[in-house]
């Protein structure tokens, strides 16, 4: 896994990597790490190498109102059909809370309320959604 701590408008990242092994159904710590969790300017975090099937999972140290105001940026970098469904591919260039997508039609979408780390892309299948647009929406 990776893990460590990023800046919420995605100009500082601080990162490590480490072999992780979890026992199925285990609840003991496996993993801790130092983090500056005071600060209100980052976003803590611990991230698969390797899976997209995993999300990472994201540590806040502060409810998300107290961080320090940032904008997020996201971009919809590629939308794709797949036989009758469309592949919609996400990028963030700064961490962003509660991403989810629009769409002119009622679809079935893989995912529709997620946040982002910084540089994260992420994919979502809206089902039988070839012929539908959609539109990229977070708070604020």
């Known amino acids: 896994v990776a893990f460590g ?8 990242v601080h990162e490590q990597q480490t072999e992780l092994t979890m026992k199925a159904g285990s609840r003991e710590r496996v993993l801790h790490f130092e983090a500056p969790v005071s600060r209100k300017d980052i976003i803590c975090y611990v991230r698969p190498l390797s899976s997209d099937m995993i999300d990472p999972g994201i540590l806040h140290a502060h409810d998300f109102r107290q961080l320090t105001p940032f904008q997020q940026k996201a971009a919809l970098v590629e939308t794709r059909p797949d036989g009758q469904d469309l592949i919609v591919e996400i990028e963030a260039k700064s961490y962003c809370h509660g991403v ?41």
């Open 5 to 12: 701590f990023a800046s919420l408008d995605g100009s500082s």
């Open 100 to 140: 989810f997508l629009k769409t002119d039609k009622d679809c079935l979408l893989s995912d529709n309320y997620f946040d982002l780390l910084p540089g994260e892309t992420k994919e979502i299948r809206v089902a039988a959604g070839k012929e539908t647009t959609v539109e990229l929406n977070m708070p604020g």
